[in-house]
């Protein structure tokens, strides 16, 4: 395939916000007495927030009105962003920036592309939102991952059809939302969980150019 356009995920490929995910979580259902695993936290990587919410509730097998659910929610939320308010560009996982900027200064254009309405914040903490050419985020689409929306939105802001874009993604959502974009995917992680992505490496410090290409043969 001709690479013309590459699309990023935020939490779990450039930053790994999980752990902040789950810590307020964590609380939420520890005030709610659900018992809420790391196990279970894994369910929900690229969901977004109010899905997130109703993978607990189910877990707990409580059912609330949506103004509860609202509550429950911008709670978490104000919880997250107590430990994003204080993350640091040291944060950015290994090999990102190398990665992106190296695709850039070849004339690839680059696209983030997340389910998360805290995206904004999250560049500006790591200092990143101007090194994409595109961001399509939770604040802007209308339907979470495995809906294909985000990525199309993101193909649609850097002018590159979805056939010459590839997607790094680290949630098994957001694969099967890059598929049914038509894109290509690459999966950031494990190979078990991202069974469905065109190959699967552990994470961005795995790649520069030259091996995109070499992979790209196989897609
Ligand atoms: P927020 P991504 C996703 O980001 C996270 O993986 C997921 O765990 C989270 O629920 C979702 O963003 C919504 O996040 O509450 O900040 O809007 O992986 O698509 O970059
Ligand atoms: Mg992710």
Known sequence: MRIRGCIFDLDGVIVDTARYHYLAWK???????????EENNERLKGVSRMASLDIILEIGNRVCDEKTREEYASLKNKWYLDYINRMMPDEILPGSLEFISELKYSGIKVALGSASRNTPLILERLGIGSLFDGIADGNIVSKAKPDPEVFLT???MIAVPPEECIVFEDAVAGVEAALKAGMRCVGIGSEKTLKDANVVVSGLDKLNLRKLKVLAKKL
């Not at 609380?27 to 695993?37: G, P, Q, R, S």
């Open 27 to 37: 609380k939420l259902a520890t005030i709610l007495n659900i018992e809420f695993t």
């Open 154 to 156: 993101a193909a649609k």
